[in-house]
């Protein structure tokens, strides 16, 4: 079966600017979760979806990020403004059950720098 | 609440010679413990994983991990290193039976050596 794809995979912007993430989960997949992966720092979960509905976004600066599932199925994660401490990986992973109850899978991957 | 700590940052081995890769959890419910496999620009994939069944666990390209609830630790073995084992590691935790949140460890970076 086909992985969790993302893109773009490298991204370059520089401060103040904004910016998009995409992610397509395994298809049946309800659960949906991004995380911000800080170099030489584990994976912090941002924010996780369960169909189109937010289950957990304690952790999402929402003063600057934004993430929508509309249709249960893909997301987009945005950050409007950028800062340099922004510069990180965000996976996206998806689950077909809840974080205990099921394996997460996770995408490659986008490399953000914020110069 | 829940945390884990992984013991060492960097661990190096020669090629043939066991792997332990330490891990301690804290939390406060039942856990589920799991580690991940992370190779450079490649997504994390799971190794193994622990929901309260069987202590000792098995689980890909020969790796497995021992629940130790006295010890409140999770630590993972392989009994010979071999070079595509070189990667980060990630000890990760979680509340069984509910849908909390993973909660990542710092990383171990597996070094193996000819």
Redo the contacts between chains.
């Keep these: 079966e086909a992985g969790v794809a993302q893109s773009p995979r490298y991204k370059i912007i520089e401060k103040r600017q904004s910016v998009a993430f995409w992610c397509n989960p395994i298809s049946g997949h309800a659960t949906l979760y991004w995380y911000q992966q800080i170099l030489g720092q584990g994976p912090k979960l941002l924010i996780q979806f369960q169909n189109n509905g937010v289950v957990d976004d304690s952790q999402l600066p929402k003063d600057r990020f934004s993430a929508e599932r509309l249709k249960g199925v893909d997301s987009t994660l945005k950050i409007q403004p950028a800062k340099l401490e922004d510069s990180a990986v965000y996976l996206c992973a998806s689950s077909s059950q809840g974080a205990a109850g099921g394996t997460q899978y996770f995408g490659p991957g986008t490399r953000l720098t914020v110069l | 609440a829940q945390s884990v700590t992984q013991l060492d940052s960097h661990v190096s081995v020669s090629e043939g010679t066991p792997v332990l890769l330490r891990c301690n959890y804290s939390s406060s419910y039942s856990p589920?413990l799991f580690w991940?496999v992370q190779h450079p620009?490649?997504?994390?994939?799971?190794l193994l994983?622990y929901?309260s069944a069987a202590t000792l666990v098995k689980g890909i390209n020969g790796f497995e991990a021992e629940f130790k609830k006295s010890e409140t630790s999770f630590h993972l073995t392989k009994p010979s290193a071999h070079m595509s084992d070189a990667a980060e590691y990630?000890c990760?935790v979680?509340?069984?039976?509910?849908?909390?949140?993973?909660t990542?460890?710092?990383?171990t970076r597996l070094q193996v050596t000819l």
């Design positions: 589920s991940y620009n490649k997504g994390l994939q799971l994983k929901t990630f990760v979680t509340v069984t039976g509910t849908a909390s949140k993973l990542f460890g710092t990383g």
